[in-house]
């Protein structure tokens, strides 16, 4: 069967390969994959930033964002043949460390956690691949290809879930949100403000393209100058220490900064820390980061995307690629574009 892999580390090692169907365990679920979103991590994994394939393998199956149609399943588990399922990516680390034995592993403290398509795994960019009955998510058919969302917004669930739980160190009424990038990762994190009730503000340099529209039919207003703050909440989405710097300046109380952004280093960018801890210490600011999703955070994604614009949703899939000629495509990063997908089914 087909798949999508590279050799871990070696940029330039990525092909599409054919490799020997999986066979299911009896704890696991024979998937047809349907779809594969494609985010920076790709990009970064292809280019030897980091990856690891699964011990004893040289390659690496890419694919971390999924849908797939289960074929089989073990019987008299949740799920049947022609379920519509999503695999989670993280799994615990087989100490397993405390929170990896309570279920939050995306909170795993040594490191020795795997993820699917990215570290010691292999992912779901394959036309069959096996997944555990506990690691895959339900999702409802009437969503359709936006369904292959739910991995991305399942960290965005998380973050908006930690941010409610930190500022419920005291009254919480917050009333504006700040969203930096309207990529999938901005656009999602908006959604969810929006949902919760928010004035939102999104923040991108792009001034054409579709991320402006997506942004008002949510509600929420969309500029590409900077501001002054004002906020509750600001949902730092870009990962340019630049824009990082901007946030942390803001001076607004009990202001809560989450980064879900990952820089590329090195940065030439400096922070003078003493003005910085004066906000933070006098007006009881919290800074914090956040990554991955835990199964609680898949179910909380699967209920805001149900929830959302279906065809608000498809449209942040803009562009559709086949695993045909020019496949290599889908990995290229392309102006204005927001979410691409790779195709598996004929
Ligand atoms: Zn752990």
């Known amino acids: 069967m087909r798949a999508v892999t590279i050799a871990p580390r070696a940029p330039g090692s990525l092909r ?11 704890d696991q679920l024979l998937v047809q994959a349907m779809a594969v979103g494609v985010c920076g991590t790709d990009r970064e994994l292809i280019e030897g930033h980091y990856g690891e394939a699964p011990p004893g393998e040289k ?10 149609r289960v074929l089989e399943a073990p019987p008299g588990g949740e ?11 993280r799994h615990p680390d087989p100490v397993p460390c405390g929170n990896c034995a309570v279920g939050e592993w995306d909170m795993c403290r040594n490191g020795r956690y795997t993820e699917r398509g990215i570290k010691q795994a292999h992912g779901f960019c394959s036309e069959v691949f096996c997944v555990e009955n506990s690691m895959a998510v339900k ?4 969503l359709g290809l936006a369904a292959v969302l ?6 965005l669930a998380k973050a908006w879930e930690h941010i409610e739980r930190i500022g ?4 919480w009424e917050p009333r504006r949100a700040l969203v930096t990038g309207a990529g999938p990762v901005g656009l999602l994190a908006a959604l969810m403000g929006a949902q919760r009730g928010l004035e939102v503000h999104v923040q991108d340099h792009n001034e054409t393209g579709p991320k402006p529209s997506l942004v008002r039919e949510l509600g929420a207003k969309y500029f590409s100058r900077r501001t002054q703050g004002g906020y509750d909440v600001v949902m730092e989405c870009t990962g340019v220490p630049e824009i990082i710097k901007y ?9 809560i900064v989450c980064l879900t952004g990952l820089s590329p280093a090195p940065s030439e960018v400096k922070l003078d820390v003493a003005p910085w801890n004066q906000a933070m210490v006098l007006g009881n600011q919290v800074v914090f980061g956040t990554v991955n999703a835990n199964r609680r955070h898949y179910e909380q994604a699967a209920q805001a995307l149900a929830r959302a614009d279906k065809g608000w949703l498809e449209r942040l899939i803009t562009r559709k690629i086949r695993l045909g000629d020019k ?17 598996l089914e004929d």
């Open 247 to 255: 946030v942390l300046g803001f001076q607004d109380p009990n202001l």
């Open 79 to 89: 799920f049947s043949a022609g379920d519509l399922m999503v695999g989670i990516v």
């Open 168 to 171: 419920k160190r005291a009254r």
């Open 139 to 142: 999702v409802e058919k009437g």
């Open 16 to 26: 599409l390969d054919d490799i020997p169907a999986p066979r299911r365990a009896a």
């Open 327 to 343: 496949w290599e495509q889908a990995y290229e990063k392309v102006r204005g574009d927001v979410k691409t997908v790779i195709l």
């Open 59 to 68: 390659r690496l199956v890419l694919g971390h964002e999924s849908l797939g």
């Open 150 to 155: 739910l991995e991305p917004a399942s960290v």
